[in-house]
């Protein structure tokens, strides 16, 4: 039995002095609260670490990811205006993703699995669409590249929901094309298959999702057979205009509409992106209480736009670091706000009408427990019988010097201020450093 003491302790709901939480033997939280009445209730035995003058507060949530994409980072940067767009940096992607083994699969993962661990994220959700090897034949284990990926981030010591894709078509009505072949699903009852296989784990820290990829990659006739799943479903939804326009040519409904119909869009739902809505698109994700999984730097390095205000309001917002331009969820989470200014020429548009801390608060929930919960878990932050899955922010530093601790995370900090994380009570970083990294190279 261990606890962690700190000058703060945000648990998701509220912000203590002088916090601290006791983790039993199972990684869950056992006792949280006031450090004084935490005390009382634990053994004297208890090893207590006072962690001082910083936030520990509930592990970053990466919502969405696409590990492989760090591969990329820095090389797709340089053509001029008339010859990129969305569509080239995807040649470039599908160039990275078939130059890759399965021994270069699990090491770029593993390396964007470290960093996220040092930038405080404690669970990834691996929206994972690399299933074959470079001829786009099966391998002897059909799972194998979806195993290196949850392999790398279990050695890193993160919790992983991996998002099995379901990618068809290589666009309405049209056959995969050749770079497309690594990352084929024959039928939707071979991805259900292949959920069902990576979901015998006994490892606790793992749980699999299912992920129709898009409107473009997921034929139709498909989308119906995929909602009788009954765990997380993600999709990329809107991110272009160009999909939007083709998807209301072919079916005359939005993507999030035909998702809909299907019998996709609940409350298990996330919609990633969701740049260019529809009317009726943002009363359909209320209704359904899905969530909307936000990238901003990845959106606004691919040009792909801002979110519009109005699904700003009323929908729960989970972020990601999607292609890992940058892995960052404090800028993420601070962009949500920054674009909403940029787009609303106001101030403070996301901020809960009068609440003190009530802005910091909301974007830190969308790092975090909206997060989770869109993964599956129950997205309580840190309470009693949760996961200990948690980051310290150091403030003992010039920048955050009279800044109050939830605003200092939200809009001053950096990765590099997260100093210790733990998930389910493992400590996997120690100084911002991750643990993995001694066992690099193995
Ligand atoms: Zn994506």
Known sequence: MKVLRADWLWTGAELLADGALCIDKSGQISAIGAYGDVRRQVPETATVTSLGQGLLMPGLVNGHSHAF?????????????AHDSFWTWR???????????AGGVYAVSRLCFIEMAEAGITHVGEFHYLHHDPKGQPYADPDELARQVIAAARDVGLRITLLRVVYGAGGIGQPLGPEQRRFRTDSPGAALD????????????????LAPHSVRAVPQPWLAELASFDGVVHAHVAEQ???????????????????????LVTDRFSAVHLTWPSPGDGQLMREAGATLCVCPSTELDLGDGLLPLELRQGVALSLGSDSHARIDLFAESRALEMHARALAHQRNVMSPT????????RLLTAATRHGSRSLGLAGDGLAESQPADCCFVDLDRPAADGVPPLEAAVFVATPEWVSDVWVAGERIVTDGRAVARRSFGK
């Open 354 to 361: 009068g609440v003190r801390h009530g802005l910091a608060e």
């Open 194 to 209: 292949a959920v069902r296989r990576l979901s015998e784990t006994d490892d606790t820290l793992v749980n699999i999702g």
């Open 241 to 263: 205009p160009a999909e939007v326009a083709a998807c209301e040519a072919a079916f005359g409904m939005s993507p999030l509409q035909l998702l809909a119909e299907a019998g």
């Open 91 to 101: 040649q470039a992607m599908y160039a990275a993703a078939n130059r890759l083994d």
């Open 69 to 81: 994409q760090r591969s990329i980072r820095g090389h797709v940067q340089w053509r001029d205006a």
